[in-house]
């Protein structure tokens, strides 16, 4: 029994050693699992911080991409209305559109009858300028016979001139001689002063012989109406320089009448600025009228100190329409604030109104005037054929007119001169009368 146990209890001690070799191998086996299972659990540990760390940049981009497309759901909302605003802009434009194409139809459908009716005008143009050539040659046919009666006249008028001119010598030479037989009665010192000098004057041809200040005073003193008898002398000498056909004013007769006017300033006590405003209106406007023809009217112009004026008596024949005397003077004095072109247009204008209605001879002589002031100062005028061919064609006076008009000039009184004087212009009857400026402001 005594064995048993023993038996026993070594079966017990070996089996105790066995289980605890066993366990000592097995807490091996369990720290070695372990230490695995630890580092096993560090690796997951890191990989899951690092999928926490993924995971929460994703879910920032996530967030950036909503917002990202909430702006891009505004952005296509709002190109959505603009898409439809377009559509509804497109639909009116198609109508414009559809508008247009109609109004393009009719218009050239309009184009097309006025391109027919144009072709029928000049159909007509071209039977007009067939009648035309007949007309120039009919109007050819009438210029020279016009131009042979002008001569006619031209001779006449001289031959009534020089007689004129004998009657009025033996006028004088009548008035001497009795001056001579009625010294017994009274008569004025002044008006013996003026028979003599005037008298006195005859003796001298101004435009030949140089003549002094002393001279020109004594015949100026001796006469009653001193500015009267210059004006006549103006007159007198530009009638004979416009009967003899001549260019101008010689330079010594335009020195003698310069002289006459600064002597006659004199007498006044006055400059010559004063000699012509103290003049008649009439007288002065005669003035301006029969020297603005010639090529020295400045000069004699200036010389009297009128230049200046000049512009405002040009705005005052503007004003009263006499547009011919007005292109005259701005061509002759050079004026850069007006056009002469202009003024003879829209004398042409005033020409064509008056011939529509009823053509006469003055209507001749204006365009007449209008077409030598167009050729001296090379102005370019349009005038129709028209116009020409009714004015050169009308037959209420067949005779042929007058072209040169004449300008009186008011007779002085008791003056030992003429009665009057006349002188030829290149311009109508009723444009001359325009060179009276009815305005009594001050100027001429």
Do not use: W
């Amino acid at each position: 029994m005594e064995k048993t146990c023993v038996e026993d209890e070594l079966t017990l001690t070996v089996t105790r050693l066995n289980s605890e070799s066993k366990r000592r191998k097995i807490c091996k086996s369990l720290e070695k699992y372990k230490a695995d299972s630890a580092g096993i659990l560090r690796s997951v540990q890191d990989h899951l911080d690092m999928l926490e760390t993924d995971i929460e940049k994703k879910s920032r981009e996530v967030e950036t991409k909503e917002n990202k497309l909430q702006v891009l759901s505004l952005k296509l909302g709002k190109v959505q209305k603009q898409i439809k605003a377009a559509e509804i802009e497109s639909g009116d434009k198609e109508k414009e559109l559809n508008l247009l194409r109609n109004q393009i139809k009719s218009e050239e459908n309009h184009i097309e009858k006025q391109t027919d009716a144009l072709e029928a005008k000049k159909r007509e143009i071209k039977a007009a300028e067939i009648e035309a050539g007949d007309k120039r040659k009919e109007l050819d046919l009438l210029r020279n016979q016009i131009k042979s009666e002008e001569t006619t006249l031209i001779e006449l008028k001289k031959s009534v001139q020089n007689t004129q001119r004998e009657l009025e010598l033996k006028k004088k030479e009548l008035r001497t001689t009795s001056s001579v037989f009625v010294k017994h009665e009274q008569q004025p010192v002044a008006a013996e002063a003026e028979q003599f000098s005037g008298d006195h004057l005859m003796r001298y041809e101004i435009s030949s012989v140089n003549l002094g200040h002393l001279e020109v005073s004594n015949v100026l003193r001796a006469k009653r109406n001193p500015r009267g008898y210059v004006l006549n002398l103006v007159e007198g000498e530009i009638m004979d320089v416009h009967r003899k056909k001549e260019s101008g004013l010689g330079e010594l007769l335009l020195k003698n009448l310069v002289l006459f006017f600064e002597e006659l300033a004199e007498i006044k006590k006055m400059g010559p600025v004063s000699t012509a405003a103290q003049g008649d209106t009439e007288e002065t406007a005669l003035l301006v009228t029969s020297v603005s023809n010639y090529k020295q009217g400045p000069k004699l112009f200036h010389s009297l100190g009128l230049k200046l004026k000049i512009p405002d008596y040009v705005i005052g024949l503007i004003n009263n329409r006499h547009y011919i005397p007005a292109a005259r003077l701005v061509s002759l004095f050079d004026l850069k604030d007006f056009s002469a072109q202009n003024l003879l247009m829209k004398a042409v204008i005033d020409l064509k109104r008056s011939a529509l209605e009823k053509a006469d001879n003055k209507d001749v002589g204006r365009l007449k005037a209008i077409v030598e002031l167009a050729a001296d100062y090379k102005l370019d005028i349009d005038i129709s054929a028209d116009l020409i061919a009714k004015l050169m064609f009308h037959k209420e006076n067949p005779t042929p007119p007058e072209l040169h008009c004449s300008v009186e000039a008011p007779s002085p009184s008791a003056n030992g001169g003429s009665s009057g004087s006349r002188v030829g212009l290149q311009v109508p009857k009723r444009e001359t009368k325009a060179f009276v400026n009815p305005s009594t402001n001050g100027r001429f």
